[in-house]
Nanobody
Framework: QVQVVESGGGFVQPGGSLRLSCAMA????????MGWYRQTPGKQRELVESIRTGGSSVYADSVKGRFAISWNKSHGTAYLQMDSLKTEDTAVYYCKAVVAWGEVWGQGTQVTVSS
């Protein structure tokens, strides 16, 4: 089995930066992709950025040039570097591991961008 736990959320002013971490436990080498998603009240969870084994990534247009995902598969850690944060980035951010038998989600970490 695989478990994922997010950390690194918090409060930041517009223009600031945060780095989210996703720690995997269990069969970490079984993951073939990792992704970061976010959700605000009343809205569907949306993809922020994802990365596959080999390094190819997909990202939302809204975060292009501001956010960057990275993944150290052998260590079981993934990160989301978020720069030039905007108030509209406020959300609960979730980490997802894609494994052969399905998807594993973390509990989420709150990011609040406000002046």
């Amino acid at each position: 089995q695989v478990q994922v736990v997010e950390s690194g959320g918090g409060f930041v002013q517009p223009g600031g930066s945060l780095r989210l971490s996703c720690a995997m436990a269990g069969k970490i080498l079984s993951a073939n992709a990792m992704g970061w998603y976010r959700q605000t009240p009343g809205k569907q969870r949306e993809l922020v950025e994802s990365i596959r084994t080999g390094g190819s990534s997909v990202y939302a247009d809204s975060v292009k040039g501001r956010f960057a995902i990275s993944w150290n598969k052998s260590h079981g850690t993934a990160y989301l570097q978020m720069d030039s944060l905007k108030t509209e980035d406020t959300a609960v951010y979730y980490c997802k591991a894609v494994v052969a038998w399905g998807e594993v989600w973390g509990q989420g970490t709150q990011v609040t961008v406000s002046s």
